[in-house]
């Protein structure tokens, strides 16, 4: 017989309990909407309806619909930034049909990009706010919300200070939302707010940014079309970003690429490689170098790419030279014959692209492993050439965009920092007054300070007053938009969930951080709408920026993100300050608005070209894009590249085309060229600016520092300027107008005049193949905090325990305790296609839910055998540092031995204990299970608090019936 | 317009095919017949006549040529 | 006359299961009735491959030929359809696919079935196109309009082809010729005969 059962029968009898657990509702939906009684347009008001009735209409029209229009989203899940065309009839989404237009995604979806409707239906949503009362969860009105909930929090302001409170934002938010967010949490007081991407690419974004300019993908998804090889590290794109798989197996089949897969599993992406590397993990950098020692040692770098573009290599060649072929097998397990294939498949196939994500980011080590891929790119002079470039496949549809705008611990918006000039650039834009916000801090010393990174949260409450290092731990918790259960250590953020004075969830899902705690009030769950419901632009990975369109209004009592911020600012007294110079129409920050205001302020990264008209006008013409180079041929945005991907220089009358390759030389500036930018001008009295090296047509053909008006006016450009323009670098320059630089000129006329003469604004300097403000400035390997391999451990130690971030980090003090005896099965975790992320949402969909019903742990047949385990048993994983979980066994060769596999998006079962009584009624997700991360242990990365999912260690043993 | 013969002439030679079946089958596919044409059948001279059957349309087209892609 | 087609590519599917959500979507298929779904063989070994399968729509059709109360129609398309009126739910149709499309929705008592459900090509029923019936016991019928199947149109990596048989097959021999291999058109000489 062909076909089987998805997972094999042993998930029948699973697959029925899970059935019989759930609503008739979503269990068959077309029984529930024929019995639904369709009030008129499905536009009965849900907030007078009992929990679990939805509000809809007739799903789907009987006859195609002349009535319904196609609304233009995007696809909430991963980074690729799929359009989703919604068929909208009567305000009820009917339909899904293929946005062929789409140059990124040409119609494809994924199981969640083609299942994305039923989010807006929505059975198991949050529909009003709620509050924990005596243990249950009970409905409230939003003013009662916002009335309670702010005074808790105001209350902890006064005694605590601003600090105290944690403002979790979201990857999930518009970049609109995004920014208002990191501005109200400025208002506030703190810099306490973080989003996902501290868990999921912060390694990336600082360690590439360092080696040269931008932390972020290089080229685009589509230019992968042009490469002639692929080297995949630590990325399931066949899972994770499966769409991105249309292009790579394009590039596969046209260009005869050789495609390489280093993953310690044989994913479903290794399936399609022609050359499949099996490494132990957290030994990315052993490997990486040892493909670099035969490139050396054969003279197959670019020696003349070097010599122009990359400053200290000889520093990593001494370093390399130590890791001879013995020396990798030894420590990554690689075959030294493969290693060397390896290196000559990428010397011989250029240009190669590098792909990698939480793979390759989730260790102590993540700035090293991540500046190691880039180094091996500038070795072979990838960078800045399509069809090369380190093409980081980022996690969520907006995690670039939230981390653009300075969604973060240690940043303003773009990427602008924390020192007082940054502070003093945003005041500017927002017209706010720069003490007025200082004195909005507990100390100046604060404002200025990084926050607790979200991966580190807890230990900010649960850790002795006395090692935080600001006036109190935190005391209320506010997730927006974050799933609880994808960070480690689930058992010692249960603990601080239960310490904290107030827990606010505020997500279109009641999610995990509804039920882990054993609290009985202080809980409130306020309903926010999905992407679906709101317009806002959103960021792909490859920086284009789409501009998505509100398909339906806001489901049941949701509320818009911003709707919420502006009601928040409203209680805490600063509404008017947040939205100064944005339209507010009945609460609700206008979006346009909020896109003009960070064109205003975010020059660093050039999101300043990018205006609401443009984008728009982008959406409108998808079919004029080229799909390999994605640039519009003809039309209205005739010569733009899709989405404007930053930096986007000048302001929209400038016109530029966007970046579709960053660094790219063989283009001038204007037409989306550039170079590595110079970050740092020298060091030691050396030079690092680039030689013999600049974009097409630069009138200023060397290397250069980041452009300021002295500059320009030296290189006789001062004509140029209009008045206004002058007007403004004036002002904002007062006496030192010549020192108004390329970021701070809110004109935008400094940018315009550079590039109009071929000029990058961000300087030309070469890439830092030695970022020496890093602890490793070169990077070298260390063994994983939990490592089986003790005899390395000596010569490959991790770093001495530290404090950063306001809290105390250990590193050596958890490697010197040898747990590998008791504790000897590598455990790592990632993506499954069906899910995303903590998995609330798609675990809600039964669409998603009935492809992948249960929770499991894969384990290597040569493990499983010896541990007397079989197929389809429960078992139970012990972590080293207490937690366990429970979850059924799949034996397989996917792993190798002496690892194990959990994914990571199941929650609502802890420790063995299913936690489904606990949910709000009718809004529990459809499928619970374990959360990996409830056995996953201590370890950030050493530069941006980055947790170690990738590789810890468990011991495995068969669970009792 | 063009289209509307070729579409007639499909749903007509469906009919005829259900017929036709039911001729064949015999017994079984005659009391089938009766429960088909009770419902499905009953407008078949009008509206059912509209749309049917593959024909290549611009949407066609594209998706053709997304697949080529 | 176009011949209606399916085709899975093999070196292009990776068993991201867009297929399985689109046909859910699209129809409304209620939980434990999966008209298509994705095969993955040697999971987790070298030699893994996916395939995504439903009804083939097969030229002679075994399904109509074994069934007893003769629900089963071609289209002039080739679609293979069925009239969920007079199917009795024995199951023959399903020992007889060699796709194992047939898909029954309930297990009641004494091991009943209910009516078989299976992929429709998106093309509906018997019942009048874009009907009430139609919709509740077919689905959408994206045939009649003008479209087609949504599972092709939305597959990942355009691994599913669907649409007149002259079309998928030369879709398919470019792509081969251009990478220079190809792993067969898993099932076409089953479903379709040599003719094709």
């Known amino acids: 017989m062909l076909i089987k059962k998805r997972e094999g029968s042993a998930s029948q009898s699973r697959l029925s309990e899970t059935l019989a657990s759930v609503s008739a509702g979503s269990v068959d939906r077309r029984t529930f909407l024929k019995r639904s009684g369709l009030t008129a347009g499905g536009a009965a008001l849900a907030g007078s309806m009992a929990a679990g009735t939805v509000r809809r209409a007739e799903a789907a029209p009987a006859a195609p619909d002349a009535k319904a229009e196609i609304k233009k989203s995007i696809c909430t899940h991963c980074s690729v930034g799929c359009t989703v065309n919604a068929e909208v009839s009567n305000g009820v989404w009917t339909g899904q049909e293929p946005a062929f237009d789409s140059p990124l995604n040409l119609g494809s979806h994924c199981a969640k990009g083609a299942a994305v409707r039923e989010h807006a239906h929505g059975d198991r949503r949050l529909k009003y706010p709620m509050k924990l009362v005596n243990g249950k969860y009970t409905r409230i009105s939003w003013d009662q919300a916002i009335t309670e909930v702010g005074d808790r929090l105001l209350k902890i302001r006064e005694t605590s200070g601003p600090d105290s409170v944690y403002w979790l934002g979201s990857a999930k938010f518009s970049n609109e939302q995004a920014y208002l967010m990191r501005k109200f949490a400025a208002l506030w007081g703190t810099n306490n707010v973080d989003h996902q991407a501290r868990i999921c690419h912060s390694t990336t974004v600082a360690g590439v940014a360092q080696t040269w300019g931008y932390g972020a993908m290089t080229n685009s998804y589509n230019d992968i079309h042009n490469a002639k090889a692929m080297f995949f590290i630590g990325s399931n794109a066949a899972e994770a970003h499966p769409v991105s798989m249309l292009h790579i197996l394009k590039a596969k089949e046209q260009n005869k690429a050789p495609l390489i897969v280093c993953d310690p599993r044989f994913t479903r992406t290794a399936a399609h490689a022609d050359e499949y590397v099996r490494l132990r993990p957290g030994t990315d950098v052993p490997l990486i170098w040892g493909i670099l020692y035969h490139i050396f040692e054969n003279g197959w770098e670019d020696k003349e790419y070097i010599r122009k573009r990359v400053w200290g290599m000889e520093q990593v060649r001494a370093e390399v030279a130590k890791w001879t072929p013995e020396e990798t097998e030894k420590v990554t397990g690689v075959p030294g014959a493969q290693v060397r294939r390896v290196a000559e498949m990428l010397a011989k196939n250029r240009p190669a692209t590098v792909v990698w994500c939480m793979g390759g980011t989730q260790h102590t080590v993540g700035n090293n492993n991540v500046r190691a891929y880039c180094i091996l790119q500038l070795a072979l002079g990838n960078i800045g050439v399509s069809g090369g470039g380190t093409n980081i496949f980022r996690g969520h549809d907006n995690v670039q965009g939230a981390t653009d705008m300075g969604l973060d611990v240690t940043t303003l918006p773009a990427y602008y920092g924390l020192a007082a000039p940054a502070w003093k650039h945003w005041c500017r834009v927002w017209g706010l007054d720069y003490e007025w916000v200082k004195a909005r801090f507990k100390t100046p010393e604060l404002m200025e300070a990084p926050g607790i990174p979200v991966s580190r949260w807890y230990d900010g409450v649960n850790e002795a007053k006395e090692n935080v290092a600001q006036p109190d731990t935190i005391k209320a918790m506010v997730y927006w938009g974050h799933a609880p259960n994808s960070q480690v250590r689930q058992p010692e953020l249960k603990k601080a969930m239960e310490k904290l004075d107030t827990l606010v969830i505020i997500d279109p899902y009641p999610t995990v951080s509804a039920v882990l705690h054993d609290r009985t009030d202080g809980v409130y769950l306020l309903p926010a709408a999905t992407q679906y419901e709101v317009d806002g632009t959103r960021t792909a990975s490859n920086r284009s920026i789409q501009w998505s369109e509100r398909v339906i209004k806001p489901m049941f009592e949701c509320k818009a993100d911003h709707e919420i911020m502006q009601l928040f600012a409203n209680k805490f007294g600063y509404g008017a300050e947040l939205t100064k110079n944005i339209k507010v129409e009945n609460n609700v920050p206008v979006i346009e608005d909020i896109l003009r205001e960070i064109n205003k302020g975010a020059w660093t990264i050039a999101y300043t070209g990018q205006s609401p008209e443009r984008l728009k006008l982008h959406m409108q013409h998808q079919q004029t894009f080229d799909k390999t180079t994605l640039k519009a041929v003809g039309g209205p945005c005739d010569g733009d590249y899709y989405g404007l991907p930053w930096p986007c220089w000048g302001n929209a009358s400038a016109k530029h085309p966007g970046t579709p390759n960053l660094y790219d030389t063989s283009k001038p500036v204007k037409d989306g060229g550039l170079n590595f930018r110079a970050l740092f001008p020298e060091y030691k009295g050396e030079s690092l600016l680039a030689v013999d090296s600049f974009p097409e047509g630069s009138e200023l053909p060397a290397g250069h520092p980041g452009v300021t008006f002295g500059m320009l006016k030296k290189l006789g450009f001062e004509a140029d300027f209009t008045p206004e323009e002058l007007a403004v670098i004036q002002k904002i320059g007062g006496e030192k107008v010549d020192d108004v630089a390329w970021t701070v000129d809110m004109s935008g006329g400094i940018q315009r005049v550079a590039v109009k003469h071929g000029i990058a604004p961000f300087g030309n300097g070469k890439a830092r193949a030695v970022v020496w403000n890093f602890p490793d400035p070169v990077p070298i390997h260390r063994e994983p905090l939990y490592t089986p391999r003790r005899d390395l451990v000596e010569k490959y130690p991790t770093y001495a325990d530290k404090k950063m971030m306001r809290l105390p980090f250990l590193y050596k003090s958890v490697q010197d305790r040898d747990v590998s005896k008791e504790f000897p099965i590598i455990l790592t975790s990632g993506r499954m296609v069906e899910y995303e992320g903590g998995g609330d949402e798609t675990r809600s969909n039964p669409w998603l839910a009935e492809l992948a019903p249960e929770m499991y742990a894969e384990i290597n047949t040569f493990d499983a055998n010896n541990a007397g385990i079989r197929n389809g048993d429960m078992v139970w994983i012990f972590g080293p540092e207490g937690g366990k979980v429970r979850v059924k066994a799949r034996i397989t060769e996917r792993v190798g031995r002496g690892v194990a596999f959990m994914p990571f998006h199941f929650g609502g079962h802890f420790q063995g204990k299913d936690l489904r009584s606990k949910y709000p009624q009718g809004s529990d997700p459809i499928v619970l299970g374990e959360s990996t991360n409830t056995a996953q242990t201590y370890g950030y990365d050493a530069v941006t608090g980055m947790q170690e999912t990738k590789v810890t260690l468990c011991r495995i043993e068969k669970a009792q019936a | 317009m063009t289209e509307r013969p070729e579409k007639s002439k499909s749903v007509l030679d469906r009919r005829a095919f259900l017929r036709g079946v039911g001729l064949s089958a015999g017994a079984a596919g005659a009391a089938a017949m009766a429960v088909g044409s009770s419902n499905a059948d009953a407008k078949a001279g009008t509206e059912s006549r509209q749309g049917a059957g593959y024909r290549e349309t611009e949407h066609v087209r594209r998706a053709y040529e997304a697949a080529g892609f | ?196």
């Open chain 3, 1 to 196: 006359m176009a011949r209606m087609k399916f085709l899975c590519d093999a070196e292009r599917c990776i068993h991201c299961s867009g297929c399985v959500t689109a046909c859910k979507n699209e129809h409304e298929v209620p939980w434990g009735i999966n008209r298509r779904r994705v095969v993955t063989i040697n999971d987790g070994k070298p030699g893994q491959r996916s395939l995504s399968v439903a009804c083939m729509h097969c030229s002679d059709a075994p399904c109509m030929a074994v069934c007893p109360v003769d629900c089963f129609y071609q289209t002039n398309d080739g679609i293979v359809l069925h009239n969920k009126d007079l199917c009795i739910g024995c199951g023959y149709c399903f020992y007889a696919c060699p796709f194992g499309a047939p898909q029954y929705p309930s297990t009641g008592n004494f091991g009943g079935r209910g009516k078989m459900d299976k992929c429709t090509f998106c093309a509906g029923g018997p019942e009048e196109d874009h009907s009430k019936a139609e919709l509740e016991k077919y689905g959408r019928n994206r045939i009649a309009e003008g479209k087609l199947p949504l599972c092709a149109e939305m597959c990942a990596t355009k691994a599913l082809l669907a649409g007149d048989g002259d079309m998928v097959s030369t879709i398919y021999r470019e792509r081969v010729m251009a990478r220079g291999f190809g792993s067969g058109a898993a099932g076409w000489g089953h479903a379709y005969g040599k003719k094709g």
